[in-house]
């Protein structure tokens, strides 16, 4: 090879020598690109870092949701945004899928609550009004629950209560939901304490089932032994005792409301845990009564109208409520054919008995303290118990007067004797009366009585005219008598004048003039006594003078 070279002269270039590798140099124009490629995978490892969980909320319509626009928030705080809004494949409801915030992640439990927030107006008052200019949105009530949720279906309306407020919940079991609806205030001496979270209808049809809450610390009055009554609008009630009205707050007569009240507050009860389940009575009366641990019932036969009796009517013993009316029937004898009234009654025998105090009650002596009773004349009666209101109660009293009668306990429930009532006995007495009096010869009486005002009549006009002929005959005559008297006395006063002038003083006719002017002058005086008492007594005339009684 070397001599080739030298030929061809190619001795002097030098020899080629293999280079190992090529270094990379990198340009500055790669430097931009490179640094904005990590800026960015920084960014989206950052998002998809922070980025929050999405969940699916159903609600029965879109009304106030717009995919892009409607934000979820809790307590007015910004929380997640709703992405999309489709109508569900059996088109019964819509699905919001919601995208939330990192930190909402813990929250998302089976019993958290998700709900449009629109304007809305109910009993408790009006809500959502800083939707009117910031459009609707979701809000958000955070549940206790442990257990995690995705899916979730949507309310229709905002709890009443939320779950972070301090207090307890307690299930109320009622008849019927009446004038109660959600927000109904709770009171405790008129002052409220709570409000109706929700309330269901019983799986059996039969009841509802209210949960209401009660704020703390009011809670803690709520113990074993309270009673809950519905205390909704104005309670008018009209019984034996007379006329009742009775109401917690103006609110109340509106919306409806819930009152409770410790039974014995006297009494050291246990508070009670939350959710315990309370009976919600109809009127606070009915809720406040005394629970009797024994109770005895038995059955009244009456055969006299119950019209005014009613199932819960008092049964009284001399001013003591010892039992009520349970129920009313009518009774058909074949055997006699006779239609009676049953009425049944609850008494508790505890109320009947005395006993010293800390005596264990002994059921056996309730029996032998009614024998005893009855034996003695207890019966029971109906009687009035209001006269306005004409409602009958039952009266357990003593009647010595009453046939013989026992208890029979054969009977189930044990028949009690009866006596007819007070109204009974006048009614048998006015008809006693009645028939007496149709007995009597009241068309001969009638006729008698008729008579004697007929005789009465005509003595009366006879009388009449005997006063009118007195008027007419005698009255006249007399007024002549004395107008001649009268001119009889003048005459003798004239001779005397003439006797005066024409005798002398001291002539022996003076005595004899003097004899007769005393004459006269009892002439006179008795003509004057005859006058004045005919002036007095003109019937003199025809009767004559009477004597002077002694």
Do not use: C
């Given at each position: 090879m070397s001599d080739m070279q030298q030929e061809l002269g190619l001795s002097d270039i030098p020899e080629a020598v293999p280079d190992s590798g090529k270094r990379f140099t990198l340009q500055l124009v790669w430097l931009i690109p490179i640094v904005a490629a990590i800026i960015g995978g920084t960014l989206v490892v950052k998002t998809y870092l922070q980025k929050g969980p999405t969940i699916t909320i159903t609600f029965k319509t879109g009304d106030g949701l717009e995919a892009g626009k409607t934000k979820v928030k809790y307590k007015d705080v910004e929380v997640g945004l709703v992405k999309d809004v489709t109508i569900a494949r059996d088109i019964t409801h819509v699905i919001a899928t919601v995208e939330l915030k990192k930190e909402v992640t813990p929250y998302l439990v089976e019993d958290t609550k998700f709900w449009?927030?629109?304007?809305?107006?109910?009993?408790g008052g009006i809500t959502g009004l800083g939707t009117l200019m910031g459009g609707s949105h979701i809000g958000v009530d955070v549940g206790r629950s442990k257990q995690p949720q995705r899916a979730f279906t949507g309310l229709e309306t905002a709890p009443a209560v939320a779950m972070d407020v301090p207090g307890s919940r307690f299930q109320l079991h009622s008849t019927d939901l009446g004038s109660l609806d959600i927000g109904s205030p709770v009171y405790f001496r008129r002052i409220q304490v709570g409000q109706v979270a929700s309330y269901e209808l019983d799986k059996d049809g039969n009841g509802v089932t209210f949960t209401v809450f009660v704020a703390a610390p009011?809670?803690?009055?709520?113990?074993?032994?309270?009673?809950?009554?519905?205390?909704?609008?104005?309670?008018?009630?009209?019984?034996?005792?007379?006329?009742?009205?009775?109401?917690?707050?103006?609110?109340?007569?509106?919306?409806?409301?819930?009152?409770?009240q410790t039974l014995d507050e006297s009494a050291e009860a246990p508070p009670t845990g939350a959710n315990t389940a309370f009976t919600l009575f109809a009127t606070r009366d009915e809720a406040m009564k005394n629970r009797d641990t024994i109770s005895q019932s038995f059955v009244m036969i009456f055969k006299e109208s119950v019209r005014g009796l009613s199932p819960g009517a008092t049964v009284d013993f001399r001013g003591v409520t010892v039992g009520e009316v349970s129920g009313i029937h009518v009774a058909h004898d074949t055997r006699t054919k006779e239609v009676n009234m049953l009425v049944e009654m609850r008494i508790y025998p505890e109320r009947l008995r005395s006993r010293a105090v800390g005596a264990v009650p002994d059921p056996k002596e309730y029996r032998a303290i009614l024998n005893d009773m009855v034996a003695h004349g207890l019966r029971a009666q109906l009687n009035s118990g209001n006269m306005l209101t004409g409602q009958l109660i039952v009266v357990l009293d003593f009647f010595p007067n009453a046939p013989k009668a026992q208890v029979n306990w054969a009977t189930n429930p044990p028949q009690f004797p009866t006596t007819p009532g007070s109204l009974v006995e006048l009614q048998t007495t006015l008809m006693r009366i009645v028939k007496k009096l149709e007995k009597l010869p009241l068309d001969e009486t009638v006729a008698d009585v008729?008579?004697?005002?007929?005789?009465?009549?005509?003595?009366?006009?006879?009388?009449?005219?005997?006063?009118?002929?007195?008027?007419?005959?005698?009255?006249?005559?007399?007024?002549?008598?004395?107008?001649?008297?009268?001119?009889?006395?003048?005459?003798?006063?004239?001779?005397?004048?003439?006797?005066?002038?024409?005798?002398?003083a001291d002539g022996p006719l003076q005595q004899d003039l003097r004899v007769t002017l005393r004459e006269l002058a009892r002439t006179?005086?008795?003509?004057?006594?005859?006058?004045?008492?005919?002036?007095?007594?003109?019937?003199?005339?025809?009767?004559?003078?009477?004597?002077?009684?002694?």
């Open positions: 449009v927030v629109r304007p809305r107006i109910s009993g009011y809670d803690k009055y709520v113990r074993t032994n309270t009673r809950f009554w519905n205390a909704s609008g104005v309670d008018l009630t009209m019984d034996a005792s007379g006329l009742k009205l009775d109401t917690q707050s103006l609110m109340s007569i509106l919306i409806g409301g819930i009152a409770f008729r008579k004697v005002l007929q005789t009465l009549d005509v003595a009366v006009k006879d009388a009449d005219k005997l006063v009118q002929r007195m008027n007419t005959d005698v009255v006249p005559e007399i007024r002549m008598t004395l107008e001649e008297a009268r001119k009889t006395l003048d005459e003798g006063r004239k001779t005397l004048s003439a006797a005066k002038q024409t005798l002398s006179a005086q008795s003509l004057r006594d005859l006058t004045d008492y005919l002036e007095r007594h003109p019937e003199s005339l025809i009767r004559g003078k009477q004597e002077d009684k002694p």
